[in-house]
């Protein structure tokens, strides 16, 4: 699903080379830097850089990852991810088993003024509290935020920021995809949402990794309008690869408001997200509607 060598081309292409006194005129024709200045400025041969980035060169050493993650400009989370590529073939992570434990249950109940959701690293939704079903309206859990945001939301408008989430989610897929290679879910769910989204292709291609960070996350919902929400992440213990996703309001915000009216609108029975409840009435047994053309 990812390798070092085409993460290196790609990093390789997005580096200024003015930021390393090398001229450029209208006659160079490379994006980037040219491998043989990679090699230079990172003191390798150009040879052994060259089979890095053709795939024939095999656990590069730390100097030699450190160099390149220097003069790449890799940040924090591209350098751990360089790494994890670099060391795919002497040691694959096992995939985890994605098992909610019933006390983990309980705990999502008792967060109930905030939507709270537990997801693994394919941000496949595992389990939720009510506030996150009235939320999203869809069953918690059976459905997957990624497949979500790209196939069945991208017209439909209830992620205000489209456009900023398609890019951490594509990022943190990229990371999933280092640490766990061997995860034929992960390269199934990565080929559909290829296959469904140009967006998605598009983004996939420029092989950006992101962290998945604590941050603001607004919604607009059909019933009770604009939610500003603050994510924070909570990776669990035991190396599951889960986190527990809560999403709060500020005291005495109209957000505050406004989860207090969506809760109150599930206590009376109501339909608290008409449009997606109706999609997943009428497609009964199958867990993820048919795809809208997304939005590019």
Known sequence: MDDLAGFLRTRRSRVDPAAFGIPTDRFRRVEGLRREEVAHL??????????????????????????????????????????????????????PGGRVRPELGRVLDLVAD????????????????????LLYGLPV??????RHLFLEEAERGLYVDWDQCTLNVVGHLRLAAGKYPEDPRLASLIGELAMGSERFRRLWA????????????????????????????????????????VLSAAPGSTTEDGLRLLAGLGADGGNAHPTLNAQVREQPGDAHPAPETPRH
């Open 206 to 245: 420029r092989a950006d990794v992101r962290a998945r960070a604590h941050g603001r996350k607004a919604y607009r919902h059909p019933l009770v309008g604009l939610l500003e929400l603050h994510q924070e992440n909570f990776a669990l213990p035991d190396e599951s690869g889960m986190e527990l996703v």
């Open 141 to 146: 859990p059976g459905w997957n935020t990624a």
């Open 114 to 133: 905030a939507p709270a959701l537990i997801m693994d690293h394919r941000l496949d939704v595992l389990a939720g509290n009510r506030l996150a079903r």
């Open 42 to 95: 990172s003191g390798v041969s150009v040879d052994y850089y060259v089979r890095l980035e053709q795939g024939r060169a095999t656990q590069p050493s730390e100097q030699v990852l450190d160099a390149l993650a220097r003069v790449l400009g890799l940040d924090e989370t591209e350098n751990g991810h360089l790494y994890r590529l670099a060391r795919q073939r002497r040691r694959r992570a096992k995939v």
